[in-house]
């Protein structure tokens, strides 16, 4: 069974740093890991792509984070990582691991609980 777990999340003041970490386990030998990422849900808003990074290395951010945030991701530990950089305190959210794994041509979609991340002002 597959699990993705994050850590990293905290309280932080603006225009500090935190890195997140998400590790997912449980892959067996008929599963191959495709894109992972992150996405954060701030109360009342819907939940947001926050950046993604596809096997061979490419990412993508949304407008909000670029020159902010860092993705990275270590293939053979099916590891993924966010520097977050300059943090505002509209970065406040929930802040979600998303992995995507083939399977006998089929893609699923796992998520993790969800780490919080509070910028105080």
């Known amino acids: 069974q597959v699990q993705v777990v994050e850590s990293g999340g905290g309280l932080v003041q603006a225009g500090g740093s935190l890195r997140l970490s998400c590790a997912a386990s449980g892959i067996s030998s008929s599963m191959s890991m495709l894109d992972m990422g992150w996405h954060r849900q701030a109360p009342g808003k819907q939940r947001e792509l926050v950046a993604s990074?596809?096997?061979?290395?490419?990412?993508n951010y949304a407008d909000s984070v670029k020159g902010r945030f860092t993705i990275s991701r270590d293939n053979a530990k099916n590891t993924v990582f966010l520097q977050m950089n300059s943090l505002k305190p509209d970065d406040t959210a929930v802040y979600y691991c998303l992995a995507n794994l083939r399977q006998f041509l089929r893609r699923q979609t796992y998520w993790g609980q969800g780490t919080q991340v509070t910028v105080s002002s």
């Open positions: 990074i596809n096997s061979g290395g490419t990412t």
